[in-house]
T-cell receptor, first 113, second 111 residues
Framework: SAVISQKPSRDICQRGTSLTIQCQVD?????MFWYRQQPGQSLTLIAT?????????ESGFVIDKFPISRPNLTFSTLTVSNMSPEDSSIYLC??????????FGPGTRLLVL | DAKTTQPPSMDCAEGRAANLPCNHS???????VYWYRQIHSQGPQYIIH???NNETNEMASLIITEDRKSSTLILPHATLRDTAVYYC????????????FGKGTRLHILP
């Protein structure tokens, strides 16, 4: 199994600002995924982050709003740009394992005022 | 990915077996059934997966019907710590494939 950490664990931000969330894995992985979980809702996939190439975004999510970096096989960042209160969510990263399963980080709880 | 249908919520008494159903009538031949759970304020946790045979691990058992159109996740002796949202997901086991989550079943374990 993979051990995943995220920073920060939580933050309170002002509208119009940006926050960068870091995801660190204890082993090299090909694919990393970023999800959003709005209050009381299920997880929604934002994008798939590939090392050495641009991230692939799901419908409804754009790079200008959620830029992603993947500089190596153990690390990725997600930036939530020009935040509004509607961006208040839990943001989670995950990695694919060799069995078709995924392991998830603990999440970053974001509140935008 | 094939779609799944789960009851929105269930209750189970502590110490009893919790049986969580999932319908996946459009599952295709190469797709597996995966179960994850999300305890409050934590990231989702993988529980178990299977293709057509029943599976058991230290966390749970997975019973898949012969026609593979439905399955049941069994927590044999539920504890209060099993209170969580349980997600049934059907997908092919490509290691790099994304997971699309449905709404899941909110399981309440009652003392």
């Amino acid at each position: 199994s993979a051990v995943i950490s995220q920073k920060p664990s939580r933050d309170i931000c002002q509208r119009g600002t940006s926050l960068t969330i870091q995801c660190q894995v204890d082993s090299q992985v090909t694919m990393m995924f970023w999800y959003r979980q709005q209050p009381g809702q299920s997880l929604t996939l934002i994008a798939t982050a590939n090392q050495g190439s641009e991230a692939t975004y799901e419908s409804g999510f754009v790079i200008d709003k959620f830029p992603i970096s993947r500089p190596n096989l153990t690390f990725s960042t997600l930036t939530v740009s020009n935040m509004s209160p509607e961006d208040s969510s839990i943001y989670l990263c995950s990695v694919a394992s060799g069995e078709g399963t995924q392991y998830f980080g603990p999440g970053t709880r974001l509140l935008v005022l | 990915d094939a779609k799944t249908t789960q009851p929105p919520s269930m209750d189970c008494a502590e110490g009893r077996a919790a049986n969580l159903p999932c319908n996946h009538s459009t599952i295709s031949g190469n797709e597996y059934v995966y179960w994850y759970r999300q305890i409050h304020s934590q990231g989702p946790q993988y529980i178990i997966h299977g293709l057509k045979n029943n599976e058991t691990n230290e966390m749970a058992s997975l019973i898949i019907t012969e026609d593979r159109k439905s399955s049941t996740l069994i927590l044999p002796h539920a504890t209060l710590r099993d209170t969580a949202v349980y997600y049934c997901i059907v997908r092919a086991p490509n290691r790099d494939d994304k997971i699309i989550f449905g709404k899941g079943t909110r399981l309440h374990i009652l003392p």
